[in-house]
């Protein structure tokens, strides 16, 4: 089987029974910015996707998980990992030019979940956003 990337996992699990999904397009968040103020963290995201498949059949949260360990994570540079118990949680960047161009938050284990924020980042406004939250 070939290896797949972010995109694809989630264009294969967003219709699966039970699954909570959430996209946030390109163009709705253009629509959005007047209302968000003059957050340069928040006017610099592009696009959100969300997958939760812990409301799932196991079958399904089960193939999530093995395809999940076949990512191409080529371009993208790991932020942090942590394995607890029977979950491992990776959070991983995709950088151009000294800027965030992509987040994803990726669980994998009893209660898998895809998060993947497309943007426009600077490190600066990036670390802005962590101390905020």
Not at 19 to 28: H, M, P
Not at 42 to 58: F, K, P
Not at 121 to 132: I, R
């Amino acid at each position: 089987m070939k290896a797949e990337n972010y995109a694809s996992l989630y264009r294969s699990f967003n219709q699966a029974a039970g699954v909570e999904q959430v996209s946030i397009s390109r163009l709705a968040m253009m629509l959005m910015k007047p209302f968000m103020g003059d957050d340069p963290v928040a006017s610099s995201i592009q696009s959100i996707q969300v997958l939760d498949l812990s409301s799932c059949s196991d079958e399904v949260r089960l193939s999530f998980n093995k395809r999940a360990a076949r990512i191409n994570e080529r371009g993208f540079e790991t932020l942090m990992q942590v394995k607890e118990e029977e979950e491992f949680v990776r959070i991983l960047v995709k950088t151009k030019q000294d800027r965030i161009r992509e987040l994803v938050i990726l669980i994998t284990g009893g209660d898998p979940v895809l998060v993947r924020i497309k943007g426009n980042l600077s490190m600066d406004e990036a670390q802005k956003m962590a101390q905020k939250y």
